[in-house]
């Protein structure tokens, strides 16, 4: 979609439509041609309610060709999510009535450059749709442009511009997650980082099977044993090499049976969506380093697929991880083999803490629990450090990823100490996520750490306002604003 910004009215422009966004029983002011038009609409019709809309024909009243009316409800209860949801819904309503360009009016908020960046972010999202083996997709006409019209474009361009790349990488992040396990695995994604590296500018470093042997990865090569593709460590870098950077670690299982431990059949095939944490990794790297913030940057993805064979890892295990900067690798008792989200990460989180990282934060569809205690609304957030916390909730806020704070105090710790090795890894069905975060918090120490539970997140099988079926690309946009306003 192309996007653009003037200080040309939105109602004087001849294009296809016009949006005007409404508050709830307040008039929009606008040309005479507008109080014509508006003349015969009554309240049941459209009274500016949240997610109202009505699309109608100027008939030559004013020089757009269709005016789309959409309500923002209450002013006083507004917010980004309540514009950034308006915009989605607009996008899809405009797109439904075969129209691909348009002009957007924005409200009278506080911020224009806020009102761009909510707009923009929600446009682009809303106008994403996974086609890539839809041999006739006849229902979808995307939005090819969208001119934003404002008063002050200067703050308003650059705003505008921040969003694209932003939504853009969150859009590359849901491509790759939408991919199915036959298309996407391990070297496939590792070969996406090295493209990915390659447009941007990145530094990326990938270890195969035979390094990760030599390095003694052995949480990722037990979760990878039974697949005929094998595992890989994903490394990419951005920024001063001697500085000291923020780590992002994301959990790429490409396809997870389960394992020995094999899940029910009903809705596996959703599990091609288990790689989104570290995509969401990928994605956020891309967008960091388009805009460059000055911080350094270190994203490690570990990347395996979850199969059960004859050379699968087995219940009763004992696996032992990567040594890392304590140069003893940790010890798992392998109770669940379909607990292997928090294996890989493990031996992830110890490379970042042994590459010096100041901050580390993990991505990962983690546990089935976060989904039962905090539904598709928000990711599970958990850490040992308040002030990162008090940033990723401040960076959550302003992009409606949301995250909910869970407590991770030593009785959760206590959950999974094993009898035979150093941990277990399930603490049991009780408190589930908070136990899959306790074991992860073994392999980080003191540095500063935040862990984020995606699971109910990371993709959507109902239509959100502006988000279709699918992966939805969470954690790109909070990473992009996190890491880009880091001080």
């Not at 809309?53 to 005016?67: C, D, F, I, S």
């Not at 308040?386 to 991770?408: H, N, S």
């Amino acid at each position: 979609m192309r996007i653009s910004v003037t200080t040309t009215n939105a109602l004087s422009q001849k294009l296809p439509a016009a949006v005007l966004f409404t508050f709830e029983n307040e008039r929009p002011a606008g040309p005479a041609g507008l109080h014509q038009l508006l003349r015969n609409v009554g309240k049941k019709e459209f009274h500016g309610g949240d997610k109202q809309q009505l699309l109608l024909h100027t008939a030559g009243k004013l020089r757009p060709q269709r005016l789309l009316l959409v309500g923002l409800g209450k002013r006083a209860q507004f917010s980004h999510e309540t514009l950034r949801r308006a915009a989605g819904h607009a996008v899809k309503k405009l797109t439904a009535a075969g129209l691909d360009r348009a002009a957007v009016a924005l409200p009278d908020t506080a911020s224009a450059a806020d009102a761009v960046t909510d707009i923009v972010d929600a446009a682009l999202l809303a106008g994403y749709h996974y086609t890539e083996f839809k041999s006739n997709d006849e229902n979808h006409t995307a939005l090819a442009a969208l001119t934003l019209c404002v008063r002050d474009p200067h703050g308003a361009k650059q705003a505008a511009a921040r969003a694209q790349v932003i939504a853009e990488s969150a859009n590359f992040a849901r491509e790759i997650g939408n991919r199915p396990g036959n298309v996407v695995y391990p070297e496939v994604l590792a070969d996406y980082a090295r493209q990915l590296a390659k447009d941007c500018g990145l530094k990326c470093t990938v270890l195969d099977k035979p390094a990760l042997q030599r390095a003694k990865f052995g949480g990722l090569l037990a979760v990878g044993s039974g697949s005929t593709h094998d595992p890989r460590l994903i490394v990419l870098e951005y920024g001063a090499p001697t500085g000291k950077p923020v780590a992002l670690v994301g959990k790429a299982i490409t396809f997870d049976s389960g394992g020995i431990s094999i899940k029910p059949s009903e809705k596996m095939e959703e599990m091609k969506f288990d790689k989104c944490g570290g995509v969401a990794v990928l994605g956020a790297m891309r967008a960091i380093a388009k805009l460059k913030p000055a911080v350094p940057v270190l994203a490690v993805i570990a990347s395996a697929e979850n199969l059960p064979s004859a050379t699968s890892y087995r219940p009763g295990d004992i696996v032992t991880s990567y040594p890392g900067k304590d140069k003893r690798g940790v010890t798992i008792e392998v109770l669940n083999t379909d607990a292997e989200g928090r294996i890989v990460l493990g031996d992830a989180l110890a490379y970042a803490r042994e590459r010096g990282a100041r901050a580390i934060i993990d991505f990962a569809t983690l546990t089935g629990a976060c989904v039962v205690a905090l539904g598709p609304f928000a990711a599970g957030l958990l850490g040992n450090d308040e002030t990162l916390q008090d940033k990723i909730r401040a960076a959550a806020e302003r992009t409606g990823e949301r995250v909910w704070t869970l407590p991770l105090w030593q009785e959760y710790k206590d959950k999974i100490k094993s009898d035979v090795a150093d941990i277990k890894n399930t603490g049991g069905r009780e408190g589930g996520a908070i136990t899959a975060a306790a074991f992860l918090a073994k392999y980080v120490g003191d540095t500063p750490w935040a862990h984020l539970d995606i699971a109910g997140t990371a993709w959507t099988t109902t239509e959100h306002p502006y988000f279709a079926k699918g992966a939805t690309g969470y954690g790109v946009r909070l990473l992009a604003e996190l890491l880009t306003r880091w001080s």
